[in-house]
């Protein structure tokens, strides 16, 4: 189960990257910009949303 997920994770990388390289390189310039907050608060709310949709799909 591990092992699909940390291959789902690579295909969506791998799709953000294929599709929007331009976008991708972007957003790394502009990472170093934000602050620990806004950074924290971006980790969790996207760790609650994929905790929210693991649980949907195990339903």
């Not at 170093?32 to 949303?49: H, N, T, Y």
Request: proline share 3%; glycine share 10%; aromatic share 10%.
């Amino acid at each position: 189960m591990f092992f699909l997920a940390v291959g789902l994770v690579l295909v969506v990388e791998g799709l953000a990257y294929a599709l929007a390289p331009s976008f991708i390189r972007k957003m790394a310039e502009e990472l170093p910009k934000l602050g620990d907050d806004q950074l924290r608060i971006f980790g969790v709310v996207a760790l609650a949303i994929g905790v929210g949709l693991v649980y949907l799909v195990r339903l």
